[in-house]
């Protein structure tokens, strides 16, 4: 039994399918990249947001002599009462929970954060709640008495920058 021959495709239709097969392989390649360079543009800013917040907390405690309380009461002035905070903040002194933005010790307990590290050394852990996605880190903070050693440990919420990313990939597909 004779099986029919397939006729042979005319060059401007292999021509056609190399443009096409081109211009899907440009398309994809331009894709990841892009990808890629929103993820590392976001990781980036991450990690300087962190760097500084963790500074400006240190000229917190400087100002107030190295006693938590000032430094306290500027994070709680600014996160309370924001709709849309870009973190929570608790300040440990000697190991004790000092103060802490409203409602963090229910949303984040103190055990999810990794132990405190130096600034440009940022140990950088995510963590999903229900509605949430944060970046975990510790830092510790120098004061002037020797005999506290003050910690914070600051979330940061990258809630919407994942779904920006989430919605990125939806349209990539």
Do not use: C
Request: a neutral charge; aromatic letters at 6%; hydrophobic letters at 45%.
């Amino acid at each position: 039994m004779k099986l029919p021959s397939l006729r042979p495709i005319s060059i401007s239709g292999r021509l056609a399918l190399l443009y096409t097969l081109g211009a899907l392989l440009a398309v994809g390649l331009f894709a990841l990249l892009a990808n890629w360079k929103l993820e590392a543009n976001f990781a980036a800013a991450h990690r300087e947001f962190l760097q500084a917040k963790a500074a400006e907390f240190q000229d917190d405690l400087n100002e107030g002599g190295g006693e938590p309380n000032l430094l306290i009461n500027e994070i709680l002035k600014e996160t309370d009462g924001a709709r849309l905070r870009a973190y929570e903040a608790r300040v440990l002194v000697n190991g004790k929970q000092a103060g802490e933005t409203p409602g963090m010790g229910a949303l984040l307990p103190t055990g999810l954060f990794p132990a405190a590290r130096g600034v440009q050394s940022l140990t950088l852990t995510p963590y999903q709640t229900r509605n949430n996605s944060w970046l975990l880190t510790s830092l510790p903070l120098q004061g002037t008495q020797e005999s506290q050693a003050v910690a914070l440990q600051i979330a940061l919420d990258i809630t919407r920058d994942n779904v920006l990313l989430t919605d990125f990939h939806r349209a990539l597909a």
